[in-house]
């Protein structure tokens, strides 16, 4: 039997006019988008189907309108009868990833966003930073540098042979530079404003847990991989991984390799982009991958894995 995994992607995953092919034609993925708006408060189906890209840039913005685009398309995918057996997301797709096991509803996943969008834009302005993608270094030879040079750290390990770290920015340079003396085929900064997913956005992880503490968590009716643990977690976990997820590195390649362990053949990325699932053919290049993101490839998956 094939086992599937939802992937829903991080920052960075967005585009103009996402969702809006899906949501015109799926009812219940355009009711996702009316209730995530009325939850951030926020003109989400203006600003997914109708605003230039440019608009969707801030973290504040980007964030509840990338989580609200990917429970619209899983919501989309589950009435064409397509169903999980495993959820993982990646950074902020983790909330995602929580509202499609319905451990939180759409109003509470994109209500918490949104107040993580702020307080990582505030944690930026704060306390600046910056982020890197070093390529082509193995996994350990970048943590090695982390350890030898202060105020860096691995932050996101997306893939074997690509590290993203973050941390103070002439740390990070001078981890950028030190990489490509040891070989790294490229170390590439980062169009962000902070140091994400490190210790120095802990005031961010300080300023969110008072909402992820006020939000109704429940049961997932679906296997839930933290990108904090690698491990498939339960619900009295949640909460404090959410608020951990900030200020920890983000474990894809190894949460991708336990979803293969476990049996996983087919992963399914939900959301903007297909980023996700570039990354999973670097990690495993025998597991089938498909990218759910406009309303073509919905048909093609609904009519693949129907």
């Known amino acids: 039997m094939t086992k599937i995994a939802f992937m829903f992607p991080g920052q960075g995953s967005f585009a103009a006019g996402m969702g809006k092919d899906i949501a015109e034609a799926v009812p219940a993925a355009m009711a996702v988008y009316d209730e995530a708006s009325d939850a951030s408060g926020m003109d989400l189906k203006h600003l997914c189907f109708s605003s230039p890209v440019e608009a969707l840039v801030d973290t504040e913005v980007q964030q509840p309108a990338l989580v609200a685009t990917s429970l619209a398309m899983d919501a989309a995918l589950r009435a064409r009868g397509?169903?999980?057996d495993y959820v993982v997301g990646h950074s902020v797709g983790e909330f995602a990833a929580l509202g499609s096991a319905g451990a939180l509803s759409v109003r509470a996943a994109v209500s918490v966003v949104k107040e993580r969008g702020q307080a990582m834009a505030a944690a930026a302005k704060e306390h600046p930073g910056?982020?890197?993608?070093?390529?082509?270094?193995?996994?350990?030879?970048v943590e090695n540098l982390c350890k030898r040079i202060t105020n860096v750290w691995p932050a996101n390990y997306n893939c074997?042979?690509?590290?993203?770290?973050s941390g103070e920015t002439l740390s990070v340079d001078e981890a950028c530079d030190e990489a490509q003396r040891e070989g790294a085929r490229l170390a590439v900064r980062l169009r962000v404003s902070g140091a994400f997913h490190s210790p120095l956005v802990a005031r961010a992880a300080d300023r969110l847990r008072p909402a992820i503490e006020?939000?109704?968590?429940g049961e997932s009716r679906t296997a839930f991989m933290s990108t904090v643990t690698a491990k498939i977690e339960d619900a009295q976990?949640?909460?404090e991984l959410l608020i951990e997820q900030l200020t920890a590195p983000v474990r894809f390649t190894q949460s991708a390799r336990e979803l293969i362990n476990?049996?996983?053949t087919t992963f399914v990325e939900v959301g903007p982009g297909n980023v996700l699932g570039g990354l999973l053919k670097r990690i495993d290049r025998g597991a089938r991958t498909f990218s759910v993101n406009d309303l073509a490839s919905l048909d093609e998956v609904a009519e693949t894995l129907g």
């Not at 074997?160 to 770290?165: A, D, E, F, K, T």
């Open 237 to 239: 976990h949640y909460r």
């Open 160 to 165: 074997p042979g690509q590290l993203v770290i």
């Open 130 to 141: 910056s982020m890197a993608a070093i390529l082509g270094l193995a996994d350990e030879a």
């Open 214 to 217: 006020k939000v109704h968590i």
């Open 82 to 84: 397509i169903a999980p």
């Open 262 to 264: 476990q049996g996983v």
